[in-house]
């Protein structure tokens, strides 16, 4: 596992941390540390190499961290879950699930703290989802139990990240180079369909599923953990619907626009 490896390479940060935060989140600082550095890395080529302004910058860099947190996520998550025979969501946390689950937690944070900056983009649907994302980690992580749970909604969540990063890239971009624009054109209709497909279509009636089993038959869970793991996952699907419908109206709004543009060159040539 990818994740597995990079904890390993970086354990001697994990070992400095872990006297500090104990052995429940003695990774997560190390995680937030490398979603850090990447994000200022990738943040400084996109505003001083590629030359754009500050916010862009901040989005992209934001991009190219979701990329590799969404990527590794999908590709670990799915080992895990072919691993899972029995749809236990309140089973004891293994090392490997354990570390995927703080992965994402340092990913979260990390990007959390970085849009709190003065001049990154406001949007509080974002910051809500990273908030109940995080939540429901601290509670697996916390009690020892759902880390598959988490990981199995997380691979529905993540699994469009690497066409939806494309996506947000080339839209970011797309008034600057042509390439970017045929990208755009290219990603936009892919996207909105395997974004609504999975999150509107797909994920409601699971989500339905594991939220009433996390309420009413993990027992292995804390009540009071029980009630507050499975609202965040409903509420995620909320956030997640409010994001199919704005895609999907932004999508439908540019294809008029096209229709009307296109429409309008007829009449010319008619003239």
């Known amino acids: 596992m990818l994740v597995q ?10 070992a400095a941390a872990e006297p500090w935060v104990g052995s429940a989140w003695r990774e997560v600082p190390t995680f937030m540390l490398f979603f850090g550095l990447l994000f200022l890395v990738s943040f400084v080529l996109w505003y001083y190499v590629v030359g754009v302004d500050r916010r862009k910058a901040a989005v992209l860099a934001s991009c190219v961290i979701s990329t590799v947190h969404g990527s590794l996520v ?3 998550g799915y080992e895990q879950l072919l691993n899972w025979p029995s749809f236990q969501v309140d089973m004891r946390n293994t090392l490997q699930q354990k570390l995927l689950n703080e992965f994402s937690l340092g990913y979260m944070v990390a990007d959390m703290l970085f849009f709190l900056l003065p001049f990154t983009p406001d ?3 974002f910051m809500i989802h990273h908030s109940i994302s995080a939540i429901y980690l601290v509670g697996c992580l916390l009690n020892g139990h759902g880390a598959i749970g988490c990981i199995m909604m997380f691979f529905l969540g993540e699994v469009t990240s690497p066409v939806f990063n494309v996506f947000s890239v080339s839209k970011e971009l797309r008034h600057r180079y042509k390439a970017a ?7 936009s209709p892919l996207f909105t369909v395997a974004f609504v497909g999975v999150r509107s279509i797909i994920s409601p009636p699971v989500v339905a599923w594991f939220v009433f089993t996390v309420w009413f038959r993990a027992k292995l ?8 793991m499975g609202s965040c996952v409903a509420l995620g699907m909320v956030a997640s619907q ?4 704005r895609l999907l109206r932004g999508y439908l709004k540019r294809r008029r626009r096209v229709g009307q543009l296109a429409q309008a060159l007829d ?3 008619v003239e």
Do not use: N
């Open 5 to 14: 490896d990079l904890s390993v390479a970086l354990e001697a940060v994990s």
């Open 123 to 125: 949007d509080v649907v």
């Open 74 to 76: 999908a590709l670990g």
């Open 242 to 245: 409010i994001w199919s419908y």
């Open 221 to 228: 869970i804390p009540t009071p953990w029980r009630i507050v």
């Open 267 to 269: 009449g010319k040539k």
């Open 181 to 187: 624009q045929v990208v755009f054109d290219y990603t």
